[in-house]
């Protein structure tokens, strides 16, 4: 089987990754609940790899990176959390329903208003509509780093200077790039990232969380237990714990710390080159195949590795099923979770056949997916 | 080490959950994001975790079963997904705080008043008091299955009995209970059973759901990617998608459905036996110790395998520590995210040293124990 359904989830994983979740399941306790060894080792465990990726990721401090089952949970408590009733927001015709749904339920909810910045044909915004759509209610951008649907990447420097200077929370959603592509909150001006666990960065499932910049107040999604302050009504507020009620996902971190581990040993810039050059050569190939449309831009200096595409005017989920099933290659069609994108790159009906790649792919899985599109076009 | 902590977390698994966690992490793509076989796998292993639950529950529908990071998340959810502007809820003071800090947030936020079935000096709370607390405004009755401080257990029957009379919404934590004593929701007129999997479920951290009665209508914490329905703007209803946004925790999934067919396998029956003999040998013992004061219920048909207790008037933790150090005996000290239960105890100031069993330890440990409490008490 060759899997390019990376974007989705990376089902390979370092074998130490899995190393990883097998020691935590075979010696960690609860963390922040005792004193014992075993809950030490996960307090331990658990704080090394906030550490591992507050330098990754530029927060200013570890006990500001907060975990969560996956990023959709760490939007939905930074965008209930700090925005509202009457707010305006800004945000993009990229962005994935994890940050749309969100933003709508709060247009029903607290009467928030929306702006999108508009994707183009080719899947690019224009950077010049941020500030152009700011009013004095905007209270935040919320964008994401790169498209599930393109690969397509945005500037986050220069959306965090606009957000800078015109004083907004600026809200990302690294998803797609969080492990592969280089993210400086303080650079970037970022309030908050919220990233996945499971893809780039080589974790299991049901891991991700959010970097908050210090000093933002945030309301929580969920209250319970602390492990500290039991006596106190209100959850307390101080981070990590004021957002993360209950007892965390200890055996799946600890494989998220070895994945970013892994990511910092390899290096961050090998990986990217890899999955680039792999992405690259095979659009290179497959958008001279006759009757093959790729979407996106791809004079972009810099693009996340996926390649979505469709043949002539099939259904994008028969050629998928006949990747898989003809080729054993597995790939994803369909809409992409990504309702502002396919309208703009005019792909409701049809969706379309994304093939996105990691770090354990190889060049000759690339080719005979090349080979298997263009025996497909016949 | 001896490990007796298992109320926070059970740190020994059962093989087949390590191995079930790992087969997941070397083949599983994301569920219901796709149709290759490694998404199919994804889909199939987490559908029949759902079934091996409603079937453990007594749940109606396995796509009522919902897949939470925790029993706190569960909880959340249900009690913000239900409880409504000026409504009243009863519960008890038997609770944690994952259901006492939702409540007093929808005392503050929603206006929600709240009553509270008293627990005695013994940690056990009176029923006729549930129906004298009704008034016209009550909505719910949420209460727990059994005290994760005492191991005092509520006569779900009984409880179920007077929510299904006086025509109440009925919320269950079932945190210390699920997979060791018998759950029918049914039977027990339950609307929403919360669970956590790291406990006597034996699965991982990071895991965890809810059991919804059909015909339910709950508002989701959190909105975001279904798989389906791209083009909506509103998160799509249908259970269990409804309830589930975001990539779900497969790889733990997959690992909770192990310890659920483990204890099918073995028998809860065999397992509450044993877990019950090893906390009675214990008690029986411990009680005669002089300066031990234990606290809770022992007259009772049925607790969960837990023991509180303090020596003398030593602080909790300082008897913890003596036991970690001094005989590598994992327990808990302290405050137990209990609030109410510790008031009713007289414990606040000095906390209570939690003893807590599972299926992997022995009658040796027990003993070991035991000497370890008479050695500290002279």
New interface residues.
């Given amino acids: ?1 060759i ?1 390019l ?1 990376n974007a ?2 990376t ?1 390979r ?1 370092p074998p130490e ?2 190393q990883a ?2 020691n935590a ?6 963390s922040a ?7 030490l080792a996960a307090s331990r465990i658990i704080y090394e790899t906030r550490e591992l990726l507050s330098d990754l990721f530029g927060c200013p401090r570890p006990d500001h990176v907060i975990f ?6 760490a ?3 930074a965008i209930y959390g700090m925005i509202s009733q009457g707010d305006h927001v800004i945000s993009t015709d990229m962005e ?7 933003l ?2 709060l247009e029903r909810e607290r009467e928030v208003s929306l702006s999108f910045v508009p994707a183009d044909e080719g899947g690019t915004i224009c950077y010049e509509e941020f500030e152009r759509q700011i009013t004095p209610r905007t209270r935040a951008i919320v964008c994401t780093h790169g498209s599930n649907l393109t690969g397509n990447l945005v500037d986050l420097v220069r959306v965090g200077e606009i957000a800078k200077k015109h004083k907004l929370l600026f809200i990302v959603d690294a998803s797609q790039t969080a492990g592969v592509f280089p993210i400086d909150m303080e650079k970037m001006h970022i309030d908050v990232l919220c990233f ?1 666990g ?1 893809k780039s960065l080589f974790g ?4 991700g969380g959010m970097c908050v910049r210090p000093g933002l107040d945030i309301v929580p ?7 500290v302050r ?2 106190e ?3 307390p507020k101080e981070l990590p714990v004021g957002l993360e ?8 971190i600890a ?1 998220l710390g070895a994945g970013v581990r892994f990511i910092k040993d390899t290096g961050m810039e090998m990986i990217r080159r890899h999955e680039e050059k792999l992405a690259r050569v095979f659009y290179e190939e497959v958008c001279q195949i006759p009757g093959i449309q790729v979407y996106g831009d791809f004079q972009a200096d810099c693009r996340a590795p996926i390649v979505a595409l469709n043949l002539k005017d099939y259904d994008s ?1 028969e050629v ?2 006949e990747l ?1 099933q003809g080729y054993s ?11 502002r994108m ?1 309208q703009a790159l005019g792909t ?1 009906e049809q969706g379309a056949v994304r093939f996105s790649f990691s770090w354990f792919n190889t060049i000759e899985e690339v080719h005979t997916a090349i080979r298997a599109m263009k025996e497909l076009s016949q």
């Fill in positions: 089987m899997y359904d989705a989830t089902l994983k990754v899995i979740v097998v399941m075979n010696q960690m306790g609860n609940r005792g004193t014992h060894d075993e809950a969560t089952s996956n990023s959709t949970e939007l939905n408590t994935h329903n994890s940050v749309l749904r969100p709508y339920r996945t499971h299991p499932q049901g891991t999604l969920k209250v319970g237990g602390s492990g039991t006596y009504k209100i959850h009620a209950g007892t965390l996902n200890g055996h799946g494989g989920s998928s099923d898989a290659i597995a790939t994803r069609p369909g809409a992409h979770c990504a309702p396919h409701v």
